[in-house]
DNA sequence: GTCTATAAACAGATAGAC
DNA sequence: GTCTATCTGTTTATAGAC
């Protein structure tokens, strides 16, 4: 029995190296000697266990999508709501989103290393994509579809998710500049809520606009 | 006489070089051979002409300030226009923004050295913020209160123009996704003007909601 | 100012003992 | 599976000729 954080060993303790290091600092600029120092485990444990620094960032990518799956499958989807109940529930996937992405802790360093792997055009974007950002949108656009009467994959309502969407990874990538014009020391609940209502109230002038149509 | 592209000579060479390559590659995964390189320069010539590799990274940061000056200030404001100039001043700043974040070449390497500094928090960040993202909030936020009666200053105003932007942000720094899903090979003048008119829209339906409380 | 040559530190990967 | 020790290449930085 090992002091390992981990039952399953060294190999697990490296992938969360991996994600927290890449996440916080990149990868070209993380050096397999403080991944392997933050694992506990020895420099030469990379190469055995995956075969090179690169093939633990696969790795990584892999392990996020696992863990992102368990993060956002426990949603259940309403089958065919009302009007109402899809901006309800718009709504609160907004909050729910909200809180996982700027919350002062997301599980692990998960976020990092999306958005570094988005950043760095990494082999992992394809894994967000699968795991976060593709069922995320589908199911936006279907509840959207609900509550517009518009055809769920059309191109406009494709491309209204994508600006709504965008509106809260923004407020994720550019923290230090929305923080610093807000006066903000970085974002707390008070900050969270306040943003969370401000998408929110866009939310509701968007699909006006679009029952107005 | 050199030939050298820039009369200037070797210096601004290497700045050039690394706004290109400290954009597309990152900071910590491009080397100084290839920065030298790409420059036409000796290797040595980074250490004589900046001290070392973090300060060129520096030089290309007050450099990017420079030009992003230059292209930003040509644009005279308004004193006091109406509710309806002002929309169509913000209609007119979305689609010339757009235009600059994801037409096919902005100038020079410009917008992904930004975007880096910003995914890596590097120091090019204040001059990010200094020359780019709070003039340009700013101004949106003056034009927001005459279009809609509100405090410019209030935080309302703030948060609300900020999630204008983030949606121009998101469309650029989530490019590989956005494409991806929409079936979109890339970003041509037809994707760029349908995503222009998506958020105008948006745009309209955050005012009217506004003017309507 | 620009070059060659090289120093000194560091990277990722590996061989082989245990 | 994990360790130490080391190999090989590359990194940034520098010394000194021109």
């Not at 954080?5 to 990149?26: M, N, Y």
Request: contains cysteine; aromatic residues 8%; charged residues 20%.
């Amino acid at each position: 029995m090992t002091t390992s954080p981990h039952p399953e060993g060294t190999r697990l303790d490296l992938i969360e190296a991996g994600i927290l290091l890449f996440g916080q600092k990149g990868f070209s600029a993380t050096s397999v000697r403080e991944l392997a120092a933050l694992a506990g485990a020895n420099i030469a444990a990379i190469a055995y266990h995956f075969g090179g620094k690169e093939e633990l960032r696969l790795a990584c990518a892999e392990e996020f999508g696992r863990q992102m799956r368990d993060a956002t499958d426990k949603a259940p989807v309403s089958p065919a709501p009302t009007a109402s109940k899809a901006r309800d529930e718009l709504a609160a996937i907004i909050q729910a989103v909200l809180a996982f992405l700027l919350g002062a802790r997301g599980p692990g360093g998960l976020v990092p290393f999306m958005l570094r792997e988005l950043a760095e055009n990494g082999p992992g974007i394809e894994v967000v994509y699968r795991t976060f950002a593709d069922p995320m949108h589908r199911r936006l656009c279907t509840l959207w579809g609900h509550a517009t009467g518009l055809d769920p994959e059309s191109e406009a309502v494709r491309l209204a998710v994508f600006s709504l969407i965008g509106q809260m990874m923004y407020f994720r990538i550019g923290q230090p500049i929305v923080s610093r014009r807000m006066g903000w020391a970085g974002y707390g609940p008070a900050e969270i809520d306040q943003i969370s209502g401000q998408i929110t109230a866009n939310l509701d002038a968007m699909l006006t606009a679009e029952k107005e149509t």
